[in-house]
């Protein structure tokens, strides 16, 4: 990415980092995913600010971050797919939550605990750039059920209450489980494809 490499330059140049390839590597790879990542939540904010509601693409980037850096999901290959999939999941948890703004108590219960299942059985999503060993995983696999288990909690107790927050935080879990399940989708599908030019 053009950005990570003119910032790699510029630490090269202030003599914060040394010049030396292989460091500048590693800074420029740190950078680029650091950059991607911010441009990933930009693209959230403002697709919650056209939608006219920020503060909902914020408690959605709170709780999909939260348990998506343990849990794992779909991945793109590029930055330009990164975004796109980040929009794409964005609108489609725009449409889920505003469907559930009328939504009853049998609703909101019933989709939750078919979202949990997904959480329950695929985690983590492990991607073939960042293998984790056996511990990794188990560690892993238990921080992302926590942490979905305390947003769920927070979640019910928010709609008790009648505040919307909690149809906000219901909604993005429900998109966590299916970035789970379009994961596996496509790994499945890229491992027939490498099985089927192996054969």
């Known amino acids: 990415m053009y950005i990570a490499r003119r910032m790699t330059a510029f630490l090269v140049r202030r003599g914060i980092i040394a010049e030396d390839r292989r460091t500048m ?13 911010l441009i990933n939540f930009a693209v959230v904010l403002l697709l919650s600010a056209l939608l006219q509601n920020i503060g909902t693409g914020v408690l959605y980037l709170l709780c999909f971050v939260s348990v998506r850096l ?3 999901g779909f991945h793109a290959k590029t930055h330009f797919r990164c975004g796109l999939a980040m929009a794409v999941f964005y ?11 009328a939504a009853g108590a049998e609703v909101l219960s019933a989709g939750t605990a078919l979202a949990y299942i997904p959480v329950a059985v ?6 073939r750039n960042r293998p984790l060993n ?3 995983r188990r560690k892993n696999r238990k921080r992302a059920v926590i942490l ?3 947003w769920t909690m927070l ?9 919307e927050a909690g149809k906000v935080i219901l909604s993005t879990l429900w998109i966590i489980s299916i970035n ?3 994961a596996r989708y496509v790994q499945f599908w890229e491992g027939r494809e490498r099985d089927e030019k192996d054969c």
């Open 25 to 37: 590597e590693i800074y420029e790879y740190g950078l680029e995913l650091i950059s991607g990542d």
């Open 134 to 136: 056996d511990a990794e």
């Open 180 to 182: 789970i399940i379009f």
């Open 155 to 163: 979640a019910v107790l928010l709609v008790f209450f009648g505040i």
């Open 122 to 127: 695929c985690i983590p999503v492990v991607n």
């Open 70 to 72: 343990f849990s794992g």
């Open 91 to 101: 609108l489609l948890f725009s449409v889920i939550y505003r469907s559930l703004s």
């Open 148 to 150: 979905y288990v305390l």
